[in-house]
């Protein structure tokens, strides 16, 4: 017997709701000063975890003869093949309530709440009950109730016919219910076809079908029904139905018990108003860039300016930001059909130009307005144009050097009448190391910076205007950098960079800087610095005067910010070249440069490489607090032409807080050689070649502590090529087994906008020793002399990936 029904309109379902960087970090080696036997050390924790344990359970507390609720188990009965894992997924999801939060089995929140009494008198214990968290009672479910809503959610998926009963299964302190749903095969889509009253969208809707997320074949899905609705709704807006709305249309189903089909017939609701089946054009449209909501009432006497078909409001002189500039990010033209898209668009480079507080369009229609038509009124909320911020820092880094620092900065957002963005930035700080082979030694920078961003591309070409919702950034940087390590080196950088910043969507990013020139030079250098460069040729070279001429690009994919997708990625690429341009030049000039016989512009000599990098991240997201996170890092460089050695900022280094976490910054390789880092700690090597893999598994403790289990791996290698005897070499046949292992556990207070990370981790295969690399076994957390020489602890902000 065939059955037709709205199926959207009748339905029981319930809708379905919708950094990295590092500026401070500290390393250090742990030790205790006691030291007992690991016999009683061993008796004594497990006495005290039982004992943890017991007291963390919450059931202590409960009343009498009540049951702690421990959650639900789906079983599914089928006598047809079908997706259980799916299924069963849902089913879950529709269980309440859920019960209380718990870790390794232990209740902490419930038992702060239980501990802190019925009724909390002192403030203690008021802020344990408000902490913790309420017992979840069996007789707080309703697995009646329950059972009736696994079936109205596997109705919603197709299946019509299901049967849901439970089983409570009770122990001594806990209860638990079991749900055993009798399913068949979903119901699958025969056939959709239309029946669209109105001639004009019926032509619109069947010319765009084949974008339809329904189609015959497919399981039957509420979910994917609203989808589809949406779909239409926002294709019709998109020419010009404004007042459309998705809830003018229906499917009608049809139901076959026999052959477990449905056929569908798209129709529209017997009553819709005139002006949803109207396509609307835009008469005029009006930009106010001085908007304030006590305008809202006297906007018609202000006085106006028409500049390519917009009327803009204010006088000229009062207008912050020429008519042109705001015009580049209006996607609304007068006379054009209304677009939803284009609506969006502008709304979205509007706001991006970052001179607005809010943005609003707004649609109105008038007596003197023609069917069909309204106006676009564009209000836009200017932000203040000046900005200054100062901020005073106590940094404390890896090497033991500690001091202030202080950043100084100055923006304005309009500087030539274009929305150009002008930051002015100061920045100097005083560093001392208090501790170390190096103790009492100390040094000092100052770093001034202009930086000029202008809203579009600036080329001596033109660029046809792309409609992304982004707006394109042209970057022009000049910055200088003055170190001072007394009783070492003075270093001096001057750096100047050229380029663009542009979206293709939220995910999708690119950055390149055409030009990107710098100079540094080390002066003043003392008689220990020389004596230390002497004894190493390789390193001595990196330290030479730098003079880059060059250009670099990086792409970045990153999903991270799209809500509920389960398996994220994230994909980085970065390339650089330099001296190739200055090297070709000499070329055609009938000069050869080689690293023995380097070529000089202005008196210096030029550094010629390339550098690749790439960084590949997956995300696995079980839930909102649970995540598997896997980070695979690959670089390779090489100096060649004019250079036999890499610029020394220019180098791959591992070790650290984003990188191999149980060994100190920088410290590793390259190859094979042991860096000793409590001596001349600015003076580490780095390699041509690096490899990092990272695996890391997080998961939710209580609210915004988080906790981590983490394994990296990685090193850095320098080239065959290169002359340095420290270090070995990469070789495809050696490298695996010179790869530095460290394994640890972290806390993280994360708050959102803000995360401290605490991450302790030690060595599990160190690449220096000769014979026995695994050093597993010599893990002994009895021995303060171990942890002393292995436990490190990162202290940094923000994921390290």
């Known amino acids: 017997m065939n059955k037709e029904k709205n199926i959207v309109d009748e339905s029981n379902s319930v809708p379905l709701q919708g950094l990295g960087v590092i500026p401070v970090s500290f390393q250090k080696g742990l030790g205790v000063l006691s030291n007992p036997p690991l016999r009683v050390m061993g008796s004594f924790f497990m006495l005290l975890l039982c004992l943890l344990l017991f007291s963390c359970s919450g059931t202590k507390h409960l009343p009498a003869g009540a049951k702690l609720y421990s959650g639900a188990q789906i079983k599914l009965e089928s006598t047809e093949k079908v997706n259980k894992k799916e299924i069963k997924a849902a089913a879950l999801a529709s269980v309440r309530p859920k019960p209380n939060s718990s870790f390794f089995g232990m209740h902490p929140q419930l ?163 005139d002006n949803a089946l109207t396509v609307y054009r835009i008469k005029n449209v009006f930009v106010d860039q001085n908007y304030s909501l006590r305008d809202a009432v006297r906007d018609s006497t202000k006085d106006t300016l028409q500049f390519q078909n917009t009327i803009f409001r204010g006088k000229e002189s009062d207008m912050l930001i020429h008519p042109n500039v705001i015009l580049r990010s209006v996607y609304l033209r007068k006379g054009e059909v209304y677009s939803r898209e284009k609506h969006t668009i502008t709304l979205n480079r509007l706001m991006s130009m970052g001179n607005f507080k809010f943005v609003q369009v707004k649609f109105s229609e008038s007596d003197t307005t023609a069917a069909g038509y309204f106006d676009a009124n564009i209000l836009l909320t200017p932000m203040p144009v000046y900005n200054f911020q100062a901020e005073l820092d106590l940094v404390t880094k890896s090497n033991n050097y500690t001091g202030p620092r202080m950043n100084l900065s100055m923006s304005n957002r309009n500087a030539f009448k274009g929305a150009e963005l002008l930051k002015l930035t100061t920045a100097g700080s005083f560093e001392a190391q208090l501790s170390g082979a190096n103790k009492n030694s100390f040094s000092y920078a100052f770093n001034p910076q202009i930086e000029l961003t202008f809203p579009k591309f600036l080329v001596p070409f033109k660029i046809t205007p792309s409609n992304s919702v982004y707006i394109p950034k042209t970057d022009f940087s000049l910055s200088y950098n003055f170190l001072k390590r ?174 191999i976490r149980a060994f100190q910054i920088n410290s590793l390789g390259p190859g094979r050689y042991h860096q000793i880092t409590n001596t001349n700690e600015f003076l580490q090597l780095g390699g041509n070649i690096k490899l990092e893999m990272n695996g890391e598994y997080r998961f939710g403790i209580y609210k915004f502590l988080k906790g981590a289990l983490f394994v990296d791996a990685g090193n850095v290698w320098l080239q065959k090529s290169n002359s340095s005897t420290q270090g070995t070499p990469f070789a495809f046949s050696t490298f695996m087994n010179e790869l530095a292992v460290g394994a640890g556990f972290g806390l993280r207070a994360d708050v959102s906008f803000f995360v401290l990370r605490f991450d302790l981790a030690t060595p599990l295969r160190k690449p220096w020793l000769t014979d026995h690399r695994w050093v597993i076994n010599e893990i002994n957390f009895g021995s303060g002399h171990w942890r002393g020489n292995n436990l490190i602890l990162n202290i940094a902000i923000g994921y390290p990936f």
């Open 486 to 659: 007394v009783g070492y080196f003075n270093m001096n950088t001057l750096q100047f960079t050229y380029g663009f910043k542009w979206k293709n969507s939220f995910r999708v990013e690119h950055e390149f800087n055409p030009v990107n020139i710098s100079y540094t030079s080390v002066t003043n250098k003392s008689g220990v610095f020389t004596a230390l460069l002497d004894s190493n040729s390789f390193l001595k070279k990196s330290y030479e005067e730098q003079f880059i001429v060059g250009a670099n690009y990086a792409f970045t994919y990153n999903e991270q910010s799209v809500q509920g997708k389960q398996l994220q990625y994230y994909f980085h690429f970065f390339a650089e070249t330099a001296g190739n341009m200055l090297s070709l030049a000499e070329l055609i000039a009938g000069q050869r440069p080689t690293p023995s016989n380097p070529s000089k512009i202005v008196g210096s000599v030029y550094s010629q490489y390339a550098k690749l990098s790439i960084d590949n991240r997956v995300y696995f997201n079980f839930n909102d607090n649970d995540k598997l996170v896997f980070r695979f890092f690959a670089g390779v460089a090489d100096a060649y032409g004019n250079s036999s050695v890499l610029p020394y900022n220019k180098q791959f280094f591992s070790g650290g807080p984003n990188s």
């Open 111 to 273: 038992w702060l709440y239980m501990s802190a009494g019925e009724k909390p008198k002192s403030k203690f214990k008021k802020w344990l009950k408000k902490t913790g968290e309420a017992p979840v009672l069996m007789t707080n479910t309703n697995p009646g109730v329950t059972s009736a809503a696994i079936d109205a959610k596997l109705f919603n998926m197709g299946i019509f016919n299901s049967h849901t009963e439970y089983k409570i299964i009770e122990k001594k302190h806990t209860a638990s219910v079991i749900y055993t749903t009798h399913i068949h095969k979903p119901y699958t889509i025969k056939e959709v076809t239309y029946d669209i009253s109105d001639d004009s969208l019926s032509h619109l809707i069947l010319s765009d079908k084949n974008n339809s997320l329904i189609n015959a074949e497919q399981d039957y899905s509420l979910d994917k029904l609203k989808a589809e609705r949406t779909r239409i709704d926002a294709m019709l807006k998109n020419k010009g139905y404004f007042y459309f709305n998705p809830d003018y249309l229906l499917f009608k189903a049809d139901t076959s018990n026999v052959n477990h089909t449905i056929s569908f017939k798209v129709t529209l609701k017997d009553s819709i108003s």
